[in-house]
């Protein structure tokens, strides 16, 4: 599982605290906010708005933080 964002986004945070409650990890690719990287080809592909947080899950790839939560609950029940 994958996580690209960037640790100064608030909704990439709630992702991430999200995952910590339910003990599970994520590798966290760095999107760069801050000089535009989220306006790249590349993430714009996975993100169609050019925002963060994008989860990458095998196949299944969402965005819009409140999506990706919904599917953590939904998919991984709290320890």
């Known amino acids: 599982m994958k996580i690209y964002g ?4 608030l909704n990439t945070r709630k992702v991430l605290f999200a995952l910590a ?4 990890t ?7 906010l801050p000089r535009g990287a ?3 080809p590349e993430h714009v592909r996975r993100h169609p708005f050019a925002k963060a947080p ?3 899950d095998g196949a299944l790839v969402l965005y819009e933080s409140q999506a990706i939560l919904r599917h953590l ?3 991984r029940p709290t320890p």
């Open 6 to 9: 960037h640790p100064w986004s």
């Open 21 to 24: 409650e339910k003990q599970r």
């Open 26 to 32: 994520a590798e966290l690719v760095l999107v760069d």
């Open 38 to 40: 989220q306006l790249a």
């Open 54 to 56: 994008v989860l990458e």
């Open 73 to 75: 609950d939904r998919t």
